[in-house]
Structures are given as structure tokens and as C-alpha cells.
């Protein structure tokens, strides 16, 4: 089973790591403080053509986060919640550090934004269960985590797909393809273990001329299959196009299946392509248990909580997604990721046909 960083329990969790079970007990939570020490700049990192990196010049700094001031830098692994509906564990949830102020002007451009430089974009996703379908088909909402609770996306699986498919919308009340508030979706292969992130650009049957009309390609994300069954932390690897001098993404427009960030991932072709991973949990002997540490971020022990990043730089971490309460979850992201690629990376965590669970 995994742990995550909530407040400091005193029982500990007898069960063992082998976390066969399919069920939400396990969860990622680490051993180490997540300091991301002043090494070199971690925005070298997504640069994969031109330039070296030109000096960002307002973004740099960053608001003041309350964020990283948390002090608790030693994991208090609190009790691994195995049951569904369990407890009322969130209680002190409230102490979870929220987002620095972050100004949403325009909603289409700042959810397709890199995370400025040196900002932690603290984000929360409650999945709704309620209603006809909704069991089966639940509607997932991206908020920022802040006194405001600004809405960002909403998300949910298109119900007469052959392999999943999530509309991803900056309308909460408008999950249609064709409505203009569409501005992405994720869709997975056949068996559930690979899933490709588009913008709401066109299918390039239907490109014009200078091809300029056509999707990009935002992400994709490998989970790695275990054919003896689920025995431990689960492994994902995620792409995402590099950045260019100027710190903005490549664009990445497949003419065909066979350009894509997949094939091209799997065709060691990484121009223009980065390759993140999550962090691999460390075994704790006294809680037995996998631990990440989230910095009270997370509170639930889940198999879907994870942190992103970079293997050159471990400490930096790209993107963390864990479970707060039963149906809410903490997303936070760091620059390069937008918070459509960071969402739709979050999606392909609650896919249900994943093979390797």
C-alpha cells in the first residue's frame, strides 16, 4: 500500500506493500522533502531547439506562495485508508496550503498557458458522481484552490467511444464536441494504457493549406502494464512537446498516427519531445508502505496519487496529483505544463480500463 503526507498518525498501517488489490488504498507519498534545490534552472530542461534560454523577464518571481512555506518537510505518513468512504479524514484539510494569487483574464488562453516560471499552480478536481450515467460517466471539474475557487475545465468521458475518450471544456455546463467552448480532449489506445492529449484543433483530414488549423498534440502518457497483476507503485511516463527560446511549446502536429508524440516516443525520435516520469515511491520499513511526499498537499492514500518529473532533476517536480476526500483531489503544476495538459494527465489516472491496475 502507499502512504501520503497528511498529519502525523500515530497508528500505523500493519498491512504489507504488496498492493495487489485494485482498490484506492494505494497511495504514493514520500520519504524526502520536495525541495527543489537551487541547482541549475530547471527551465533548461523543456528547451529542445534554438537558443539557450533567454531570461524570463516579469514572470520569473514568484508571488509570494504560501505554498512553500510549509515547513514540515518530514512526511507524517498518516494511516492508509483502504475503505471507500471511510472516515472523516478530511478534516484537516483545511491546512493545505492553496494557490498563490493567480489572475484568470481570459480562461481559453490561460488554461493553454505555461505555468509562469517559479509558480506553483495549485489547482483542485472534484469528480461528480451524481445523476443518471454519472456512475458510470462522471463529469470531473478543475477549480483553482484559492479563496475564489476560480473554475478552469471540465472534463468527462464520451459515453458511445471504443476506446475512451474525455471532451475537456471551459464551460462547465457545456460538454459537447461541437460547442465552442470545447478546448481539448484526451483519448486512450485499445487496452487503456496509452493516452494522447489534443488541443480542439482539426482532424488533419480536414487541414488547410498551411496546415495551420489543425491539433496539436499536448501530451501523451504510458502506463506500464504488470502481467502478474499490481504489486507495487504504478509507472507512468508522460511526454510533452520541448520549448523553444522563447519559452513557449513546440507545436506538435501530426499528419498521421505515425508522427505522433507516441510513435515518436517509442521511435527514440525526441526532437522537440520531452520525457518525464513519475517519482518512484521509496519502501518505509515503519510504516510498511511506499511514501511520497506530497507537503500536505495530499491527504488519502490512493494508487492515483503520483508527482511528475524531469529524471535530470528529480526535485523539481512538473506536476502532482493526489486524493484529498473521496471524490476531490489536489493538482498542482509547474511550468512547462498548462493546466489542459496537467488535467487531462489527472483524467488518464481515473480511467477505468486501466490494464494496469
Same mark, same amino acid.
Given at each position: 500500500?502507499?502512504?501520503?503526507?497528511? +498529519?502525523?498518525?500515530?497508528?500505523? #498501517?500493519?498491512?504489507?506493500?504488496?498492493?495487489?488489490?485494485?482498490?484506492?488504498?494505494?497511495?504514493? #507519498? #514520500?520519504?524526502?522533502?520536495?525541495?527543489?534545490?537551487? %541547482?541549475?534552472? $530547471?527551465?533548461?530542461?523543456?528547451? *529542445?531547439? =534554438?537558443?539557450?534560454?533567454?531570461?524570463?523577464?516579469?514572470?520569473?518571481?514568484?508571488?509570494?506562495?504560501?505554498?512553500?512555506?510549509?515547513?514540515?518537510?518530514?512526511?507524517?505518513?498518516?494511516?492508509? #485508508?483502504?475503505?471507500? &468512504?471511510?472516515?472523516?479524514?478530511?478534516?484537516?484539510?483545511?491546512?493545505? $496550503?492553496?494557490?498563490?494569487?493567480? +489572475?484568470?483574464?481570459?480562461?481559453?488562453?490561460?488554461?493553454?498557458?505555461? /505555468?509562469?516560471?517559479?509558480?506553483?499552480? %495549485?489547482?483542485?478536481?472534484?469528480?461528480?458522481?451524481?445523476?443518471?450515467?454519472?456512475?458510470?460517466?462522471? *463529469?470531473?471539474?478543475?477549480?483553482?484552490?484559492?479563496?475564489?475557487?476560480?473554475?478552469?475545465?471540465?472534463?468527462?468521458?464520451?459515453?458511445?467511444?471504443?476506446?475512451?475518450?474525455?471532451?475537456?471544456?471551459?464551460?462547465? *455546463?457545456?460538454?459537447?464536441?461541437?460547442?465552442?467552448?470545447?478546448?481539448?480532449?484526451?483519448?486512450?489506445?485499445?487496452? &487503456?494504457?496509452?493516452?494522447?492529449?489534443?488541443?480542439? =484543433? /482539426?482532424? $488533419?483530414?480536414?487541414?488547410?493549406?498551411?496546415?495551420? @488549423?489543425?491539433?496539436? +498534440?499536448?501530451?501523451?502518457?504510458?502506463?506500464?502494464?504488470?502481467?502478474?497483476?499490481?504489486?507495487?507503485?504504478?509507472?507512468?511516463?508522460?511526454?510533452?512537446?520541448?520549448?523553444?527560446?522563447?519559452?513557449?511549446?513546440?507545436?506538435?502536429?501530426?499528419? @498521421?498516427? @505515425?508522427? &505522433?508524440?507516441?510513435?515518436?516516443?517509442?521511435?527514440?525520435?525526441?526532437?522537440?519531445?520531452?520525457?518525464?516520469?513519475?517519482?518512484?515511491?521509496?519502501?518505509?520499513?515503519? *510504516?510498511?508502505?511506499?511514501?511520497? @511526499?506530497?507537503?500536505?498537499?495530499?491527504?488519502?492514500?490512493?494508487?492515483?496519487?503520483?508527482?511528475?518529473?524531469?529524471?535530470?532533476?528529480?526535485?523539481?517536480?512538473?506536476?502532482?496529483? =493526489?486524493?484529498?476526500?473521496?471524490?476531490?483531489?489536489?493538482?498542482?503544476?509547474?511550468?512547462?505544463?498548462?493546466?489542459?495538459?496537467?488535467?487531462?494527465?489527472?483524467?488518464?489516472?481515473?480511467? &477505468?480500463?486501466?490494464?494496469? +491496475?
Amino acid at each position: 500500500m502507499f502512504q501520503v503526507n497528511g +498529519e502525523r498518525k500515530e497508528k500505523k #498501517s500493519k498491512k504489507k506493500a504488496a498492493t495487489g488489490s485494485d482498490e484506492e488504498d494505494d497511495s504514493d #507519498s #514520500s520519504t524526502k522533502p520536495i525541495r527543489s534545490e537551487k %541547482k541549475k534552472n $530547471p527551465v533548461s530542461l523543456f528547451q *529542445t531547439g =534554438g537558443d539557450p534560454p533567454k531570461e524570463k523577464k516579469t514572470r520569473k518571481k514568484a508571488p509570494p506562495k504560501a505554498a512553500d512555506s510549509e515547513e514540515e518537510t518530514l512526511e507524517s505518513p498518516q494511516k492508509n #485508508s483502504n475503505k471507500k &468512504g471511510k472516515g472523516k479524514k478530511s478534516k484537516k484539510k483545511e491546512e493545505r $496550503p492553496p494557490s498563490p494569487v493567480i +489572475e484568470v483574464d481570459n480562461l481559453e488562453e490561460f488554461v493553454l498557458r505555461p /505555468a509562469p516560471q517559479g509558480v506553483t499552480i %495549485k489547482c483542485r478536481v472534484t469528480r461528480d458522481k451524481k445523476g443518471m450515467d454519472r456512475g458510470l460517466y462522471p *463529469t470531473y471539474y478543475l477549480h483553482l484552490d484559492n479563496d475564489k475557487k476560480v473554475f478552469l475545465l471540465a472534463g468527462r468521458k464520451r459515453k458511445k467511444s471504443k476506446t475512451s475518450n474525455y471532451l475537456i471544456s471551459i464551460d462547465p *455546463t457545456d460538454l459537447s464536441r461541437g460547442g465552442e467552448n470545447f478546448i481539448g480532449k484526451l483519448r486512450s489506445n485499445l487496452m &487503456g494504457t496509452k493516452f494522447t492529449v489534443f488541443d480542439n =484543433g /482539426a482532424n $488533419p483530414d480536414r487541414a488547410n493549406a498551411d496546415w495551420s @488549423n489543425v491539433r496539436q +498534440e499536448l501530451s501523451a502518457v504510458v502506463y506500464e502494464t504488470n502481467v502478474l497483476g499490481f504489486k507495487g507503485p504504478r509507472k507512468m511516463t508522460v511526454i510533452i512537446p520541448g520549448m523553444n527560446s522563447d519559452n513557449e511549446r513546440v507545436p506538435i502536429r501530426p499528419r @498521421n498516427d @505515425n508522427d &505522433g508524440l507516441l510513435m515518436r516516443w517509442q521511435n527514440k525520435n525526441m526532437d522537440n519531445v520531452i520525457e518525464l516520469h513519475n517519482k518512484a515511491p521509496v519502501w518505509n520499513d515503519e *510504516t510498511q508502505s511506499y511514501v511520497l @511526499n506530497f507537503h500536505g498537499r495530499v491527504t488519502h492514500a490512493s494508487v492515483k496519487n503520483f508527482q511528475i518529473v524531469h529524471g535530470s532533476d528529480p526535485d523539481y517536480i512538473v506536476m502532482q496529483f =493526489g486524493r484529498v476526500a473521496d471524490d476531490a483531489f489536489t493538482m498542482d503544476y509547474n511550468y512547462p505544463l498548462c493546466a489542459l495538459q496537467a488535467f487531462a494527465i489527472a483524467l488518464s489516472s481515473f480511467d &477505468g480500463k486501466l490494464a494496469c +491496475e
